[in-house]
């Protein structure tokens, strides 16, 4: 047997004990987890100080370096989260609907663990310990696939939680980090249909790609988040205006940043000179449609590559529209299931809005920034999902367990000629 | 482009139309439908009376022409099941929660349709009109890939429920039937990731494998059933015996039909016995281990194969266990995740085996043959899962929609700071 495959068993096995776990345990264990983080502090920090040496030996710096970096606050908060997610309502053993059938039958929808979830991911160190705890207090087993600039820091994060793990006589194999990063190594892991339950990518597009195109398992995607705001006719401007503001420029660099706006005509010659000022001064560069130029200064021409761009910077691409169909024609032609924001006074506009898109999130005159599992109130979030199954938008623990049915009778058949 | 992305992307595009579909329209389309399905009756009939040569021609006969067969009864039959499916609840639109948060934003999680289902079935032509109105009472446009057997009939089928998409003006690609049944017109299928949402392959086991090799979108398996029956040391001989030959006889040849009987040795030499005479009366074959076979006459030795097979027959594995715990490590051993059945006095007995299996369906003192939608109050099945994400087990209307989040506010930002 392979050596990815003999680990991906053992991690099933553990995901076996974590089934059984109860609350109370599985608080305990995140507990002592994000104690062992806290303990193992310079060993962990070490570990990272190694990681950061060699990547910047390989010229990497900017942004990703610092994703990479850990430090004693870092890693506090690393423990703060683990902390956080061992005080959510535990969603295993909820039973969402209860029935009791004409024939006596009572039949209850219970939530249970996924299984073993497979997790890809890049170079952030702290998602092996977010994502570990979320998926255990769920009560999977884990298997991370982390990127190889964050592997000494993985392996000593993963070793803290294997302390905590040992403490309450449960496998270690329950967060099974892998070693060998090797391509085809993740390819034989995203093909073990018989053991993995769900594959959660999180990264950039080509990650998500790869692991779509390569896996036998089930994939829940996180896309990118092409986010518009619709200004309708009867928008309160000055509203609208905030939500531009604070959707274009609070984070630009995340999935629920606004990329375009688009402008009713009736609107546009009083609210684009406003929303181009406030932007400019905010250092974001514009590219609009021919109307919208012809309205204000200083815009370059949006090409359809422009309306269909993920910038994740401070860039914006404008567009005036006739009416309410034409802003739902442009998010169904360039959208991406992510998050869409209509800022309006008129309920029936709002409601069309709704009943056409199918974005995993609506807003109606609320920042798209909210599209986020703690702001909208799951507690804590392994992604976003734009794959219209399972789960859909912001994910949290619920989202990594599945509906069962349990069924109690006193003997019932279903024909009843065959009761002896 | 290839003529199945086309016949793929106009269905989508009819997907946005069934998107914003209400529940009385819906209702009305199937009822047209039905309707539909009763007038075209002599032409259906033709149809299926040219499949049925065919397949006679080619050898087909037994229980595998009789599936292929439709009579004015059965006509009037799945005219009859698309009228109960149109009064079903709508799961579009249902609000499954809603929160105001701190912030005053008033956030829901709102039922909305999956988009694109791919349908991939054999011989039976009734899945047809079944799947095709389920899936658009959910909101969904639907692709149906049946086998060739069934392809006259499932032509005329797909032409009656024609009519009745354009009577309502709904673009009739809201049901595609796929004509082109060559194998690699379904592996193009099957990898059209921007289209379907979801593939679910109903059939024998070497198309759903065939499916699940070959798919790049998200598959729903339904797998095998080898459902066990466990009878406890404490269980009410009488009943657990009711179950067993409901479960074994009632229809042998069906997925939630048990295939093994495991038996606390302490209750073994009193129920051994009157089980096996009960089910040797009704024709069933056993094959026991050593100690049931010790105990009774006439079972030939059981293998580990006989204890992994979905025999969909009159036979039964027999295994004599120590306790609860064998029994359920046998079930995690040999299992398929589709039902498991209890027979127990004790409450905590049952509690364990809850806690352990982690099939989609336990069934604590009541028959296996319960496992299936139209029993535990689904109305209608699109089939039985055994793919822990998404839906679990039995498969009604609701499992072709997803929760998706609308986020209601008057202006609140996520950085105030960014507020003008």
Excluded: W
């Excluded at 769920?138 to 302390?163: T, W």
């Excluded at 990264?203 to 790869?210: A, D, K, P, Y």
């Amino acid at each position: 047997m392979s050596e990815i495959r003999t680990l991906a068993l053992a991690c099933k096995d553990a995901a076996q004990a974590m089934f059984a776990l109860d609350t109370e345990t599985k608080r305990k264990l995140l507990h002592d987890m994000a104690a062992a983080l806290e303990e193992q502090r310079d060993t962990i920090l070490t570990a990272n100080a190694r990681d950061l040496q060699q990547a910047a030996a390989r010229g990497i710096q900017g942004a990703m370096l610092d994703r990479l970096r850990l430090d004693e606050a870092r890693l506090a908060g690393i423990a703060k989260a683990v902390r956080e997610i061992a005080a959510l309502p535990d969603p295993v053993g909820l039973v969402t609907r209860r029935d009791t059938l004409p024939n006596g039958l009572e039949v209850e929808r219970v939530r249970i663990p996924l299984g073993v979830i497979a997790m890809i991911y890049e170079a952030r160190p702290n998602v092996t310990a977010d994502a570990a705890a979320l998926c255990l207090m769920a009560g999977n087993a884990v298997i991370l696939r982390g990127g190889s600039e964050a592997l000494h820091s993985n392996v000593a994060i993963a070793s803290a939680l294997h302390a905590a793990l040992e403490k309450h006589d449960i496998p270690t194999a329950a967060v099974t980090l892998i070693e060998d990063l090797r391509r085809e190594t993740m390819v034989e892991l995203l093909q073990l249909s018989d053991v993995i339950d769900l594959a959660i990518p999180r990264g950039g597009e080509g990650l998500i790609r790869f692991v779509a195109e390569h896996a036998r398992v089930p994939v829940i995607k996180h896309y990118k988040g092409v986010c518009h705001l619709y200004v309708d006719a009867t928008a309160d401007e000055s509203l609208a205006l905030n939500l531009l503001v604070d959707g274009k420029t609070s984070r630009p660099g995340v999935c629920n940043a606004l990329e375009t706006l688009l402008v009713h005509r009736d609107v546009a010659p009083s609210f684009l000179p406003k929303a181009v000022q406030a932007l400019q001064e905010r250092g974001v560069e514009l590219r609009g449609c021919e109307r919208s130029r012809a309205l204000v200064d200083g815009m370059r021409p949006a090409t359809d590559d422009d309306y269909a761009a993920e910038f994740l910077d401070l860039i914006l691409a404008v567009r005036v529209v006739d009416d309410l169909g034409m802003a739902i024609g442009h998010i169904q032609r360039f959208g991406s299931d992510h998050t869409e924001v209509i800022a309006t006074r008129d309920d029936q506009a709002a409601r069309r809005f709704m009943q056409a898109i199918r974005s995993a999130v609506v807003m109606v005159n609320a920042s798209s920034r909210f599209s986020d599992g703690g702001e909208l109130g799951l507690g804590a979030e392994i992604g976003i999902s734009t794959t219209r199954l399972h789960a859909y938008g912001p994910m949290g623990a619920e989202a990594l367990t599945v509906e069962r049915f349990i069924v109690r009778g006193d003997g019932q058949v279903r024909h009843p000629q065959s009761r002896l």
